[in-house]
């Protein structure tokens, strides 16, 4: 089990900038190297982006926080220019590997009404993805 607690409670420290335009180069940079697409509706204000590789997410790029996740195999192709960012890695997207105090996920992601449904003991990047979009 992995705590991402610290990882995620560092995102609000300032003062790392971090724009729309930084995520999207990221997931753009990840889906070119690994011959896949970027997933992701910037008009309807997603937060997260997926990059897909024969329609199964490989990675997610958050618009809004400095937090990539991305599964082990991929994270050597990320390319993160900016400092201050946290990289998740994961064995699978559906593998309940993380932990998290809800505290830190309700500071984070905003209101612990998200997490109603997510086991904060043993939860998986899907089920982050589902909680928190």
Known sequence: MTDVSGALARLGDPPVTW????AVEIADDLARSLGGVVDW?????EEWMSVLVQDSRVAMVSTALRLVVAGERVVGHLKVRTPGVSVIAVPSFDAPVMRCDVAV???VFGGEGKFGE???EAFSANDLWFATV
């Open 19 to 22: 724009r729309e335009e930084v």
């Open 41 to 45: 509706d910037g008009e309807a204000d």
């Open 118 to 120: 997510l086991d904060p």
């Open 105 to 107: 996920l309700a500071r």
